[in-house]
């Protein structure tokens, strides 16, 4: 009989990468169907099926996976969101990232599928985003918006702001700054700073 080789690490981390295409599939389908708009309160499975015409066994399995993975919350067979789904994931809400989350899933699956080519070949002109027309740029920029202004932005700013020299300051440029919410944040914290947002045409398109 042979002999079993003997296992010295533990394979878990490298299976869990792989296991991270379903959480990603859950949360995308969870986003495009709007499920966190119907777990303002809590609700069964029951109704959200109801609500959406869907099979009621699997749409607790569904919010159960999305429980399982503390994007909503569960309690005696009822499901609601948590406080971060609630700012985030519910459409009507200002904070609204669902059309940036379903924007980077979009290149991600685009870049999965197309890996071994991307890296033999090198991008094709529809998924380059440096193309002349710079439209790529343009579209991200767009969904990722909200992204910028509800996260990184207040904290670029509060570092700016910390700067000793920050309230002799004058004028500001943003290079590539997309639709200028850096920009905005910025300036909007001093009381009679300038702010210039130098960025390519379709980007700056973006504004109107």
């Not at 296992?7 to 490298?14: E, G, L, T, W, Y």
């Not at 169907?33 to 499975?45: G, H, P, Q, R």
């Not at 609204?96 to 685009?110: A, K, M």
Request: charged share 20%.
């Amino acid at each position: 009989m042979k002999k079993l080789p003997e296992i010295k690490n533990s394979c878990a981390d490298i299976y869990n990468l792989i296991k991270v295409n379903i959480q990603s599939s859950i949360l995308i389908a969870a986003i495009k169907w709007k499920i966190f708009d119907y777990l303002v309160e809590s609700v069964s499975a029951q109704t959200v099926a109801e609500k959406l015409q869907f099979h009621p066994r699997n749409t607790e399995l569904f919010l159960n996976a999305l429980a399982g993975m503390e994007i909503i919350q569960k309690n005696n067979r009822l499901f609601s969101n948590t406080e971060k789904s609630a700012e985030f994931l519910v459409s009507k809400r200002p904070e609204y990232l669902g059309p940036f989350f379903l924007h980077v899933h979009r290149w991600q699956e685009q870049i999965g599928l197309n890996m071994e080519t991307l890296i033999e070949n090198g991008p094709s002109d529809e998924m380059d985003m440096n193309r002349a027309d710079g439209t790529n740029w343009a579209d991200s920029i767009r969904n990722s918006a909200t992204y910028h202004y509800g996260g990184p932005t207040r904290y670029i700013t509060q570092i700016i702001r910390s700067l000793p020299e920050f309230p002799s300051m004058k004028k500001m440029l943003d290079m590539g700054g997309g639709i200028g919410i850096y920009m905005i944040s910025v300036v909007s914290a001093h009381p009679d700073m300038k702010g210039i947002v130098f960025e390519q045409p379709p980007c700056c398109c973006c504004c109107s």
